[in-house]
């Protein structure tokens, strides 16, 4: 299950790290709770937060769907925030 953990939290950053301007500013941590389902928090650079948001959100649910679709055959749920510190 660890792995797979892993697996989404890389695939999140090979979508996140081409937006950006300030690479070195993302961090991606990925936490599984004990009902199974899947946390992913992004974490960019304040200038960077609009770019990953995109327009009306398109962008985020973008990267949703994607997190959600590479777990949609363990039957687990992921859910991925961008938090803004």
Do not use: F, Y
Request: glycine fraction near 8%.
């Amino acid at each position: 299950m660890a792995s797979t953990s892993h697996d989404i939290a890389d695939l999140v950053r090979a979508i996140v790290e081409p937006l950006v301007d300030d690479k070195e500013a993302v961090d991606v941590a990925s936490n599984i709770d004990e009902s199974g389902s899947e946390l992913v928090e992004i974490r960019v650079a304040a200038d960077d937060c609009g770019k990953v948001i995109g327009r009306q959100g398109r962008v985020i649910k973008s990267i949703r769907v994607l997190a959600r679709a590479a777990l949609c055959g363990e039957g687990r749920d992921v859910s991925v925030e961008l938090v803004e510190d």
